[in-house]
């Protein structure tokens, strides 16, 4: 978002600090899981357990779980041989659920003194899919990519599919 322009280099930085500190000081302990598995299989697994939700669709076969750090733990022990592959993340947060609440109502007070502006450089949303519209201009918006799944899979299948060959995921991992 800031090097597409849609804010000043000194309110990206200040938002990627409020959004952190924020997500840290979540009080509720949660777990995530990579998973091979479709979303539909997914959440056909997921019937009956509270606390927990479907966090990321990176591909047809790649989901992530995430939720109540207890509650995972006992969902893997009770259907995780019943996956090929499963893979625990290192997070201590249950990112993209709503046990993000807390954090998201503190983003959404840091973008409060945020001046949006025009994006120079477009790009598709994670949290639709699709090419990143003037939504993106919203604090409810950004709160809205904490909280819900990321579609990561269905953005690069809308890249994929008006012809883009090339990709370049920016971030702090491999």
């Not at 600090?17 to 598995?37: Q, T």
């Not at 259907?79 to 993340?89: E, T």
Request: overall charge negative.
């Amino acid at each position: 978002a800031t090097i597409s322009g849609l804010w000043s280099v000194e309110d990206g930085m200040e938002l990627v600090l409020a959004r952190g500190l924020a997500m840290g000081g979540v009080s509720v302990p949660g777990a995530m899981a990579a998973l091979e598995c479709s979303e539909s299989r997914l959440l056909e697994l997921l019937q009956g357990w509270d606390g927990l939700w479907l966090a990321t669709i990176n591909g047809p076969e790649q989901v992530v779980v995430s939720g109540r750090l207890e509650v995972l733990e006992a969902w893997l022990e009770a259907v995780g041989g019943a996956l090929p592959r499963v893979k625990r993340l290192a997070v201590s947060q249950a990112f993209h659920t709503p046990l993000m609440e807390e954090a998201a109502a503190a983003l959404f007070a840091a973008l409060a003194g945020v001046r949006f502006g025009e994006a120079r450089i477009p790009w598709v949303s994670n949290v639709t899919g699709e090419w990143a519209g003037d939504e993106v201009r919203t604090a409810e918006y950004w709160v809205r990519q904490m909280l819900s799944p990321v579609r990561f899979g269905a953005g690069l299948g809308r890249l994929w599919g008006e012809g883009w060959r090339w990709f370049l995921e920016v971030g702090p991992g491999a």
